[in-house]
DNA sequence: CTGTCCATGTAAGGCGTTACATGATTGT
DNA sequence: ACAATCATGTAACGCCTTACATGGACAG
């Protein structure tokens, strides 16, 4: 449980509300785990329930109450534990691929149509990516020795390098079919 | 429910029981889609109950029943009808990249460990797929018409890409770590 | 005689999604 | 006047995993 972990990390930054909690993941991890928000709320009572948070409800006159969630130690010890295990190598599931596995019972055009639509969807996630990139390329500049910036932006560099790997793949993969040459690359 | 997919995509090739199924599985699309055997069973049921696919008990003196399932004609359609269909881009979850992103909460010493161990993973399952991959090269060349193969192999091109690409970010990762200079890359 | 393969499933639980529900404040 | 933002949750369902259960055949 991994969604967990990514909680403590951070509420280990700064206490936060669900709400404030939801945005962060939006805001930053959304390209390796994207979470939504019941799934967030449901997770802090879980942490609460185990000492790996605590909760101070804030009452505002006029406004609903909030809920801050900060760390306690036994949660910062378990996160630390928890970053520091090697973990099994993840499952991947892309239904993507069912479908150009099992490619040979359409015909190339409607064939070529799919992989037109996931080359544009790529191109746009790619395109967000280095943007996203671009920006925070700047703010290292002006803080080249944060280790925390760092590591953190650099799970963009992961997702620009792979999937820009796979466009490649899928551009090459669209020339081939089109031209019927069913000739494997060589790596 | 893209496993009901892959699995009329399988039986599409031929009529198979479970147990055959839960193989073909761990053969070809477990680098993209593994699936367990509880898993199989329960869509078999649930496949046959939408009359996608139909079930025949061969008795077998001596030994328990076999069920072997085939495709109907409206399990072929809805098939290639899914096969046409362009998905929405896939949302991807990788608990590594947040043991990263927040890796600043560790020492140089265990992130290594943590980064190390994941390297070694990448290039098994590179290794793994590179030899796969060669066994088809050759298949290929002895029927290099075969639309149906060359779809096939070509799945595994988008794990040998994607995975390279990651294992060179790895590589680096690990390097700038080490070195203490926290450049980031140009795209 | 022990383990692996063939072949079938059930049970329980965890993780995640979608939809629903409430209600005040702030911006257009 | 209406939509978006802030802020909290519940309910129901679906998919996947892990463990459990059965039992014959065959190989070392």
């Known amino acids: 449980m991994s969604l967990k972990y990514a909680i403590l990390g951070f509420l280990s930054h700064q206490p936060m509300t669900g709400y404030e909690l939801k945005k962060a993941f939006d805001r930053s991890i959304r390209h390796f785990w994207p979470a939504n928000q019941s799934q967030i709320y449901r997770t802090l009572a879980d942490l609460t329930g185990d000492g790996l948070v605590d909760m101070e409800v804030i009452e505002r006159e006029e406004r609903l109450d909030m809920k801050v969630y900060h760390v306690t130690p036994a949660g910062r010890e378990e996160l630390v534990r928890w970053l520091s295990t090697p973990l099994p ?99």
Chains 1, 2 share one sequence.
């Open 89 to 187: 190598i993840q499952d991947y599931r892309e239904p993507f691929l069912i479908q150009v596995y099992f490619g040979n019972q359409i015909p190339d055009e409607k064939l070529i149509a799919v992989l037109e639509h996931e080359r544009n969807e790529l191109e746009g996630l790619l395109a967000l990516y280095k943007s996203l990139y671009g920006r925070y390329q700047q703010q290292l500049k002006s803080q080249p020795d944060s280790r925390a910036l760092f590591l953190s932006v650099s799970t963009l560099e992961y997702g620009i390098a792979s999937n820009q790997a796979a466009l490649e793949w899928l551009k090459s993969l669209i020339e081939r079919v089109q031209s019927g040459e069913y000739r494997l690359k060589d790596f």
